[in-house]
């Protein structure tokens, strides 16, 4: 198991050990629920760790039928902050010549 590569990074954040629990939850759960077990465990994200109960805040009467929604209601809450920069794009320029360019070539037609 030592050597299965790392995939629990989502959209700019690492669930870590916390994916496995809760695939291995039982569901639903209820919000409530969600936060006094896991409340405390820590996402990384790309400029800092920030927990699951700051993320999700402690008001909210929900229910979550999954992982994946437990995980989609977080990559919802956390925003910019996963991201990293801002403006970057690994194809080379930058995000505003690559709008402007789109732009001109939406024109030309």
Known sequence: MADEPDNTREHGIEFGELAGDLEAESYPLSHETLLDRY????LELVDGEVTVREVLSADTEREYEDMEGVQQAILNMVGDEAVGRENYTDRGGNVE?????DSAEAQSF
């Open 39 to 42: 409340g405390d465990r820590e």
């Open 97 to 101: 010549d690559a709008d402007d360019e």
